[in-house]
T-cell receptor, first 109, second 114 residues
Framework: RKEVEQDPGPFNVPEGATVAFNCTYSNSASQSFFWYRQDCRKEPKLLMS???SGNEDGRFTAQLNRASQYISLLIRDSKLSDSATYLCVVRRGGFKTIFGAGTRLFVKA | GAGVSQTPSNKVTEKGKYVELRCDPISGHTALYWYRQSLGQGPEFLIY????????DSGLPNDRFFAVRPEGSVSTLKIQRTERGDSAVYLC????????????FGPGTRLTVL
């Protein structure tokens, strides 16, 4: 079993849709949590950190449930430019960083 | 300012050869990471440097892989006796003091072992 598991998708949604991505992690010692975005054949870029209290950045909302070891990302009012792979990322104590395999999103006009 | 740079952008080599991949982190960034990414997968952690020292090299797959960062800036990932399974994109990332949560990635080196 992988340490960070994501639904690989792809998710195909129309513009304006709301889409949710889920992620689970197996190491209860994990301390920090993030969502990264990766465009095709490009490097990953930090989208947002994820906190237990939940956090929002514009159309993006991230939530963490430590008890269930579950992380989510919600994208509202999807844009064509949101099409990318979304990577769930977990960091243990120290700085070892574990990436999920990613969930692909296609937003269509 | 300049981002993380990696050279070469592409490297084709033959099985059994030695390769070196270079990473120039963002100036002033003390933390440096190496990852490799295979098609359809997320980046796989290889090694993390804090300054000149390798603070965590638990992701290096075997002793054919080695990385150095002698002056705490530029890092080189070295792969000996390359195998076809080493083919992947090798990514470098750096983060700054007080902002370790944000890793800035370079464009990667695409390594192909024939």
């Amino acid at each position: 079993r992988k340490e960070v598991e994501q639904d690989p998708g792809p998710f195909n949604v129309p513009e304006g849709a709301t889409v949710a991505f889920n992620c689970t992690y197996s190491n209860s010692a994990s301390q920090s949590f993030f969502w990264y975005r990766q465009d095709c054949r490009k490097e990953p870029k930090l989208l947002m950190s994820v906190y237990s209290s939940g956090n929002e950045d514009g159309r993006f909302t991230a939530q963490l449930n430590r008890a269930s070891q579950y992380i989510s990302l919600l994208i509202r009012d999807s844009k064509l430019s949101d099409s990318a792979t979304y990577l769930c990322v977990v960091r243990r104590g120290g700085f070892k960083t574990i990436f999920g395999a990613g969930t692909r999103l296609f937003v269509k006009a | 300012g300049a981002g993380v740079s990696q050279t070469p952008s592409n490297k084709v080599t033959e099985k059994g050869k030695y390769v070196e991949l270079r990473c120039d982190p963002i100036s002033g960034h003390t933390a440096l990471y190496w990852y490799r990414q295979s098609l359809g997968q997320g980046p796989e952690f290889l090694i993390y440097f804090q300054g000149t020292g390798a603070a965590d090299d638990s992701g290096l797959p075997n002793d054919r892989f080695f990385a150095v960062r002698p002056e705490g800036s530029v890092s080189t990932l070295k792969i000996q006796r390359t195998e076809r399974g080493d083919s992947a994109v090798y990514l470098c990332a750096s983060s700054g003091p007080g902002a370790e949560d944000t890793q800035y990635f370079g464009p990667g080196t695409r390594l192909t072992v024939l």
